[in-house]
């Protein structure tokens, strides 16, 4: 599928066009991609881990994609799961095919202020995406914070997604990488089960701890319950709502859940603060 550049906007809202540079098929049917991608002119804005842009293509729609890492140059990498039709279509582009992009938006993930405490990340399948920035960013000064555990759980081993960083993780000492899956293969060695699992039998100092929790909302849910009976108190656990954005201004309505406005308000929000929501099944 080849699609060609658009004229460079000049609202400041309208969507810039950038050229997809690479193209990494993170699970074997290809249905989580990530794109390193360029922008056709000017610079990009510098995004903070947890932030997410709006990619465009053209003639299709627009879709809110969380930001999973920073390349060497700065620009923003993304990872995409084909589940809905605008990122279907994104499954068929390959580098040198160009999207519109719009951001950096939203709130961030609390870095700076784990400085000095042990840090615990959960995610739950592509919920890892928005979280590697994390990773990256503590690896980078690690000597800021204290213990730091990744807790990482997906369908099976075939859903596992950034497998080469996963290895790199675990062979690195200054970082407990512990992973399982709803489903085990023949071949599996690892845990089976759910990541509160993982969560439970972590060494961290709860008293002095921060968490940030990434997945799908009942995962979230339970995650948070159990780090907090390990001592992390909730206004110390940070969860990110990203799944329900669409526009990310706040005027569609989509992501409102209950006065907050995902896509203007978060997509990280203290834990607190989206509790109530927790508690409805729905969600």
Same mark, same amino acid.
């Given at each position: 599928?080849?699609?060609?550049?658009?004229?460079?906007?000049?609202?400041?809202?309208?969507?810039?066009?950038?050229?997809?540079?690479?193209?990494?098929?993170?699970?074997?049917?290809?249905?989580?991609?990530?794109?390193?991608?360029?922008?056709?002119?000017?610079?990009?804005?510098?995004?903070?881990?947890?932030?997410?842009?709006?990619?465009?293509?053209?003639?299709?729609?627009?879709?809110?994609?969380?930001?999973?890492?920073?390349?060497?140059?700065?620009?923003?990498?993304?990872?995409?799961?084909?589940?809905?039709?605008?990122?279907?279509?994104?499954?068929?582009?390959?580098?040198?095919?160009?999207?519109?992009?719009?951001?950096?938006?939203?709130?961030?993930?609390?870095?700076?202020?784990?400085?000095?405490?042990?840090?615990? *990340?959960?995610?739950?399948?592509? %919920?890892? #995406? /928005?979280? @590697?920035?994390? &990773?990256?960013?503590?690896?980078?000064? !690690?000597? $800021?914070?204290?213990?730091?555990?990744?807790?990482?759980?997906?369908?099976?081993?075939?859903?596992?997604?950034?497998?080469?960083?996963?290895?790199?993780?675990?062979?690195?000492?200054?970082?407990?990488?512990?992973?399982?899956?709803?489903?085990?293969?023949?071949?599996?060695?690892?845990?089976?089960?759910?990541?509160?699992?993982?969560?439970?039998?972590?060494?961290?100092?709860?008293?002095?701890?921060?968490?940030?929790?990434?997945?799908?909302?009942?995962?979230?849910?339970?995650?948070? *319950?159990?780090?907090?009976?390990? %001592?992390? #108190? /909730?206004? @110390?656990?940070? &969860?990110?709502?990203?799944?329900?954005? !669409?526009? $990310?201004?706040?005027?569609?309505?989509?992501?409102?859940?209950?006065?907050?406005?995902?896509?203007?308000?978060?997509?990280?929000?203290?834990?607190?603060?989206?509790?109530?929501?927790?508690?409805?099944?729905?969600?």
């Amino acid at each position: 599928m080849s699609v060609s550049a658009a004229e460079p906007a000049h609202e400041p809202m309208a969507p810039e066009p950038w050229r997809i540079r690479q193209v990494r098929r993170e699970v074997a049917d290809g249905e989580v991609f990530t794109w390193t991608m360029e922008p056709l002119s000017g610079e990009a804005a510098v995004a903070r881990p947890g932030q997410f842009n709006m990619l465009y293509l053209f003639g299709v729609g627009e879709v809110a994609i969380s930001i999973s890492a920073l390349a060497d140059d700065g620009t923003p990498v993304h990872t995409i799961r084909a589940v809905g039709s605008v990122t279907r279509a994104m499954q068929d582009l390959g580098p040198g095919d160009v999207v519109g992009l719009r951001g950096p938006f939203g709130s961030a993930w609390p870095v700076a202020a784990a400085e000095g405490r042990d840090l615990v *990340l959960a995610a739950g399948g592509i %919920g890892l #995406a /928005p979280l @590697r920035p994390v &990773v990256h960013a503590v690896l980078a000064r !690690r000597e $800021a914070f204290g213990r730091v555990l990744v807790c990482y759980g997906a369908r099976s081993p075939r859903d596992l997604i950034f497998r080469d960083e996963l290895e790199q993780w675990r062979a690195n000492p200054d970082l407990d990488l512990r992973v399982t899956v709803d489903r085990g293969t023949a071949d599996w060695k690892g845990d089976v089960g759910v990541v509160t699992q993982l969560i439970d039998r972590g060494g961290f100092d709860g008293r002095n701890a921060i968490a940030m929790v990434c997945g799908p909302e009942v995962m979230m849910r339970f995650s948070a *319950l159990s780090l907090h009976r390990r %001592g992390i #108190a /909730p206004e @110390r656990i940070h &969860v990110s709502m990203e799944r329900s954005m !669409r526009c $990310a201004l706040g005027f569609c309505g989509h992501c409102q859940i209950g006065p907050h406005f995902v896509c203007r308000d978060g997509p990280v929000f203290p834990y607190p603060a989206m509790e109530p929501a927790f508690r409805v099944n729905e969600l």
